[in-house]
């Protein structure tokens, strides 16, 4: 068997998660270092009916990773080499790298890298910059794990451009509950009458073995958004690939081992400008504006919002932030023929300025790719300024939706009735995606329990105007309160009853005896 410990110092560390808002109990935690000691851990913890809590950096906050229902936790920690190719196809060309106390394959030419579950976003990024590659999913929290943000299908500002997690995932090893090791790929045949093929006969080149009998998954009819950013719940299309079953399944469906992902140039010449303007609403149509390619030929990466709040709360880092309604962080990078190249004399600036003159801004920021760094801090400075606040008094609440495009500026709406309840709130975030954060910052405990409710109305709002209850982040353990004495799980607001139902029945086709991840996404009452 792996390594373990059941000692209460080794343990402790992973019992809760970076939120601090769940807190759990273990009796061992296991520190597996390859796909058959993984498999080894869910059989016996199959066998035993045991549950078993797969921990990823700690860096989620909805409470996933922790053990609420005891069990043995399987730290990621150590999963930090892969598999050597067997051999090479024609084109493929990998080197291995090393990784710290582990190892990564890279294809340079194909754009392509093979990487641990248990590598940090951080040090993948190292490997890739001196090869002048980037990994686009990468979040702004580079602590997380490979493997972590592939079970949340997770995404960084940059989605806006590139898109989540699921979109740069070519190919992933990873071990069922009951101790099945699979490989699989994308381009392998997707799901047909319902059923979905876990192994096909396409050969790789992986040493992983394969189970001797191939799992079929039969797929439950399962309202899917289109068109919105989405984190929660199963992926479950029509034609869908196996692969994409597992990428969002927050660990209750499989432990991912070892990950191939597709990469990008490195966008090292992307420019940021800082829009500060007068009116909220100017700042929505700004938005607008450069979704329909106000900067074309050159690409948005990103295009992020904060409010007069959150600016009040920046401007104690930054006292030069003018006293504006509302401010747009647009990420430009200067594209010619899919790459990247800075036009040395800076002049390129010229005509973004004047596309931003039109809104009539207070004033413009911009910020060259030399002075990147300052544009991460200015970035970090809300959440540190605005942790800071919470840190003495009742706590934060954050909400996670997004909404169709159509259905935005009723959502703004909302947010602004919510903002006018009483409760100090900051409204921050993914503007191109409609996607926004409204977190509040209440003063005590009462508080705290009001912007419960508001919370809970939000979230009906955002699932009634077609959109998702998280975007980004997954659903985890969290629920919602719908009255006084009332919760449900956070998924059910979306799906009602009838899909809980449906998304209790496939987990059981993977999970017979329930063992991952316990009542995360799927509340678990104490039986298969």
């Known amino acids: 068997?792996?390594?373990?410990?059941?000692?209460?110092?080794?343990?402790?560390?992973?019992?809760?998660?970076?939120?601090?808002?769940?807190?759990?109990?273990?009796?061992?935690?296991?520190?597996p270092t390859n796909a058959d000691e993984v498999a080894s851990i869910l059989r016996e913890a199959t066998t035993q009916r045991t549950g078993v809590s797969v921990s990823g950096g700690g860096t989620s906050i909805t409470g996933a990773r922790v053990p609420t229902?005891?069990?043995?936790?399987?730290?990621?920690?150590?999963?930090?080499?892969?598999?050597?190719?067997?051999?090479?196809?024609?084109?493929?060309?990998?080197?291995?790298?090393?990784?710290?106390?582990?190892?990564?394959?890279?294809?340079?030419?194909?754009?392509?890298?093979?990487?641990?579950?248990?590598?940090?976003?951080?040090e993948l990024d190292s490997i890739?910059?001196?090869?002048?590659?980037?990994?686009?999913?990468?979040?702004?929290?580079?602590?997380?794990?490979?493997?972590?943000?592939?079970?949340?299908?997770?995404?960084?500002?940059?989605?806006?451009?590139?898109?989540p997690t699921r979109a740069w995932v070519e190919a992933l090893c990873l071990v069922t509950a009951r101790g099945e090791v699979l490989r699989l790929r994308r381009g392998q045949p997707g799901?047909?009458?319902?059923?979905?093929?876990?192994?096909?006969?396409?050969?790789?080149?992986?040493?992983?073995?394969?189970?001797?009998?191939?799992?079929?998954?039969?797929?439950?009819?399962?309202?899917?958004?289109?068109?919105?950013?989405?984190?929660?719940?199963?992926?479950?299309?029509?034609?869908m690939q196996a692969i994409d079953l597992f990428i969002g399944g927050e660990g209750t469906l499989g432990v991912?081992?070892?990950?191939?992902?597709?990469?990008?140039?490195?966008?090292?010449?992307?420019?940021?400008?800082?829009?500060?303007?007068?009116?909220?609403?100017?700042?929505?149509?700004?938005?607008?504006?450069?979704?329909?390619?106000?900067?074309?030929?050159?690409?948005?990466?990103?295009?992020?919002?904060?409010?007069?709040?959150?600016?009040?709360?920046?401007r104690e880092s930054y006292q030069e932030i003018p006293q504006a309604a509302a401010a747009v962080l647009v990420e430009v990078a200067p594209l010619e023929d899919a790459g990247l190249r800075w036009f040395g004399d800076g002049r390129i600036v010229d005509p973004w300025i004047q596309i931003t003159d039109a809104f009539d801004p207070l004033d413009v920021w911009v910020v060259l790719p030399t002075e990147r760094e300052q544009i991460r801090l200015f970035?970090?400075?809300?959440?540190?300024?605005?942790?800071?606040?919470?840190?003495?008094?009742?706590?934060?609440?954050?909400?996670?939706?997004?909404?169709?495009?159509?259905?935005?500026?009723?959502?703004?709406?909302?947010?602004?009735?919510?903002?006018?309840?009483?409760?100090?709130?900051?409204?921050?975030?993914?503007?191109?995606?409609?996607?926004?954060h409204l977190n509040f910052l209440a003063n005590d405990a009462a508080q705290l329990d009001s912007a419960r409710d508001q919370y809970a109305s939000l979230a009906q709002?955002?699932?009634?105007?077609?959109?998702?209850?998280?975007?980004?982040?997954?659903?985890?353990?969290?629920?919602?309160?719908?009255?006084p004495d009332s919760t449900v799980p956070y998924l059910e607001l979306m799906y009602g009853a009838d899909g809980m139902r449906a998304l209790r029945m496939l987990k059981g086709q993977l999970d017979p005896a329930w063992i991952l991840n316990r009542d995360t996404m799927i509340p678990w009452d104490g039986e298969p």
């Open 379 to 436: 970035r970090h400075s809300l959440p540190e300024r605005v942790n800071e606040y919470v840190r003495s008094r009742g706590g934060k609440l954050g909400t996670d939706f997004a909404v169709p495009a159509s259905a935005f500026r009723t959502m703004m709406a909302a947010y602004d009735d919510a903002a006018d309840a009483g409760i100090r709130t900051v409204l921050f975030g993914h503007l191109g995606e409609y996607h926004l």
């Open 128 to 163: 890739l910059a001196p090869h002048g590659l980037y990994y686009p999913p990468t979040l702004t929290e580079t602590s997380a794990m490979v493997g972590g943000t592939i079970a949340t299908n997770a995404s960084g500002a940059r989605s806006y451009h590139y898109g």
């Open 256 to 314: 991912v081992v070892e990950a191939e992902v597709r990469l990008a140039p490195r966008p090292g010449n992307a420019v940021t400008l800082l829009v500060f303007v007068r009116e909220r609403d100017v700042a929505l149509d700004f938005a607008d504006a450069i979704r329909e390619g106000a900067f074309d030929p050159w690409t948005a990466l990103a295009v992020e919002y904060f409010d007069e709040h959150s600016l009040e709360f920046m």
């Open 69 to 122: 229902t005891g069990g043995w936790i399987l730290a990621t920690d150590r999963l930090c080499s892969v598999t050597a190719p067997a051999s090479e196809s024609a084109g493929e060309q990998w080197t291995r790298l090393a990784t710290g106390d582990g190892s990564a394959y890279l294809d340079v030419k194909r754009m392509r890298a093979r990487v641990p579950a248990g590598l940090r976003l951080s």
């Open 1 to 31: 068997m792996p390594v373990y410990s059941t000692d209460s110092n080794m343990i402790f560390p992973y019992l809760t998660d970076e939120s601090f808002a769940f807190s759990g109990h273990a009796e061992r935690v296991y520190f």
């Open 191 to 239: 799901a047909e009458d319902g059923q979905l093929r876990l192994v096909d006969a396409v050969p790789t080149v992986d040493t992983v073995p394969t189970v001797d009998t191939v799992p079929t998954v039969n797929l439950p009819h399962l309202p899917h958004l289109h068109g919105v950013k989405n984190a929660a719940g199963y992926f479950v299309d029509p034609g």
């Open 461 to 483: 709002t955002a699932v009634d105007l077609g959109g998702t209850v998280s975007a980004e982040h997954g659903v985890g353990k969290k629920r919602i309160r719908l009255g």
